[in-house]
């Protein structure tokens, strides 16, 4: 079967560095997505890796190894705002994505 | 600016009573997502249409259909709602269904059963 784990929860200080772990089994692989949602809303997109390496977007990065089926999501200077569950997504052969339950990230001051 | 909308934000309906959500998009996007999310959980496909080829996932109950009128519109018809269908239910949008292709969301439709 298919299969995307991810921790349940984290927690971490204001203005510090958070990293959140992805480890996926896929049929196929066709690409990662990472999707931030806060409490009650939708998600939306972070970042997407398809090729091995790291992928920086201002406080945010993603990074991907394909042989060893891992992913994180860093995150830097942590802000209250940043308060949410962050969700791993990998798209398998047949484009279908296959999504992680999520990992709530709790910002402490 | 382009976008998901979906209404009504908070849907609440009796045990056996049909209800229907809709969902609009302005991205002109080709293909359409229904997702149903529960707490804590995964978001889980229940249809998808690229343009009007209609996809509906395995394991999706009967209990649950889509329409799509036409490339802006989708809704999503639950024809008789049990408890266990109390969920967010997620629109989403996206340009093509290929590799890299980003799925957009509206702001979702919080069912709730009584």
């Known amino acids: 079967g298919q299969n995307i784990d991810q921790p349940t929860e984290m927690t971490a200080t204001e203005g510090a560095i958070v990293q959140i772990n992805c480890t996926y089994q896929?049929?196929?692989?066709?690409?990662l997505f990472w999707y931030q949602q806060h409490a009650g809303e939708a998600p939306t997109f972070l970042s997407y890796n398809v090729l091995d390496g790291l992928e920086e977007k201002g406080r945010f990065s993603s990074f991907l190894s394909r042989s060893k089926g891992y992913s994180y999501l860093l995150l830097k200077e942590l802000q209250m705002k940043d308060s949410a569950s962050y969700l791993c997504a990998v798209r398998d052969s047949n484009y279908q994505l296959i999504w992680g339950a999520g990992t709530k990230l709790i910002i402490k001051p | 600016d382009a976008m998901v909308i979906q209404n009504p934000r908070y849907q609440v309906t009796q045990f056996g009573k049909p209800v229907t959500l809709s969902c609009s998009q302005t991205l002109n996007h080709n293909v359409m997502y229904w997702y149903q999310q529960k707490s804590s959980q995964a978001p889980k496909l229940l249809f998808h249409y690229y343009d009007k080829d209609f996809n509906n996932e395995a394991d999706t109950p009967d209990n649950f259909q889509s329409r799509r009128p036409n490339t802006s519109f989708c809704f999503l018809d639950i024809r008789s709602p049990g408890l266990g269908d109390a969920a967010m239910y997620l629109c989403a949008t996206s340009g093509t269904g290929g590799a890299s292709d980003t799925q957009y969301f509206g702001p979702g439709t919080r069912l709730t059963v009584l």
């Open positions: 896929t049929s196929g692989f066709n690409g």
